[in-house]
């Protein structure tokens, strides 16, 4: 059974003209910025686009490997239920087609909710994620 964390090691490189941010589970992630602040918020978006693209594509999502020294990269909560959810489905074998007909809604609402580009309500996941026999577990950690 997954137990998923999305906060990813980010391997910063600092030049005279700016920083860039790798995030080498996550080899298509690759953003930066003026600046440090400025190029890890840019990895954010980028780290959401990333997984956006692999579920699009039914690709796996990787694990995240040990930080080490590095700083951390994780996605917005929502975009990281959705991707909970994917690789639930993916881990149970559960079509969006069955999974609609478990929660008792459309299929489109259930490709609604992996869809990183439409808005879903927190608790639409949670409930996706119960009805597969998955909770989501929040954790806030300072910055």
């Known amino acids: ?3 998923a964390s999305f906060a990813y090691p980010a391997d910063v490189t600092e030049a005279d003209d700016g920083v860039t941010i ?3 589970d996550v080899p298509e992630a690759i953003t930066g910025g003026a600046s440090r602040a ?3 918020d840019a990895a954010r978006d980028c780290l959401e686009t990333a997984l956006a ?10 694990a995240p490997s040990a930080p080490g020294n590095r700083p951390l990269v994780a996605p917005g909560a929502v975009i990281a239920a959705k991707v909970a959810l994917y690789m639930a489905m993916r881990e149970t074998g559960t079509s969006t ?10 299929d489109r609402d259930v490709r609604s ?3 990183p580009a439409r ?6 996941l949670e ?4 009805a597969l026999g998955r909770r989501m577990v929040l954790t806030v950690e300072p910055v």
């Open 1 to 3: 059974m997954i137990q």
């Open 22 to 24: 790798t995030l080498p």
């Open 38 to 40: 400025a190029a890890l």
């Open 53 to 62: 693209g692999r579920i699009a594509d039914n690709e796996p999502i990787p």
């Open 97 to 106: 087609a069955k999974l609609a007909e478990t929660m008792q809604l459309p």
């Open 113 to 115: 909710m992996l869809d």
């Open 119 to 124: 808005p879903t309500e927190i608790g639409q």
């Open 127 to 130: 409930a996706g994620l119960a």
